[in-house]
């Protein structure tokens, strides 16, 4: 039966604080790392490390700790290995119990509406949480951390989702929890949901507190509104 609402064409969802909550992991990792080397590094410091790189982060926690210029280019990357070490641990006592609410009826109903959906995530630790998670059948596409360029907030890892699942960027639906993503989304062209986004330069076009107010109708009526709107605007023009 053919359905008369307009459907995004595609959905694109970043992994860390939407799919499941790793930044209490990536936190303690890092925690770990910072009291080994004597480092301050609060939960508060932890806010600006959401949707950036692994080395990225580690150049924060230097520079919180006015230590920018201590380490050479290969004992930073391997530190921020030895982190990794310390987070994979974590990533192991993952379960798919570790979701977030909302998310696994989302994408469920998603599929049902013949709509694809991929995973946008910097993570190099992406693929193995979603095999932790059984959640990686859900996903008709998981962008390469490792192939990304240039992180969020540009948008190539959201235009490289988009391409693969042949879809235009203006009709994808794009989730995130970070402020860089939210920037990355709005680059892409995308319709962007914020999730609980704490710091907003860019506000999402629709802002939820948490995964558990993701509900598919309002996110369908959500996307069509914002379709009308840009067409009443284009032929205003
Ligand atoms: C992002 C997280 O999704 O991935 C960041 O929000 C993290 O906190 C980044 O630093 C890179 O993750 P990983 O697993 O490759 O170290
Ligand atoms: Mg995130």
Redesign the pocket.
Known sequence: MQSSKTMPEAMIF????VITD??KY?FLAWKRLSDELGFSFTEQD?ER??????I??FEIILEINGASDRYSKAEKEAL?DR??TY?REF?ETITKQDILPGVMALLNKAKKAGIPCAVA??????PR?LERLEIGDCFDYIAD?AAVKKPKPDPEIFLNCAQALHALPQNCVAFE??QA?IEAIHAANMASVGIGVAVTTIPPDLALRNTAELDFDAIVDFYAARQNKRREEDSGR
């Open positions: 970043d992994l860390d604080g790793t930044a990536h932890n490390l959401k949707g950036v790189s692994r990225g982060s921020a982190k990794n987070y990533v995530s910097i993570s190099k630790n992406a949480i951390a929890d970070a993503g």
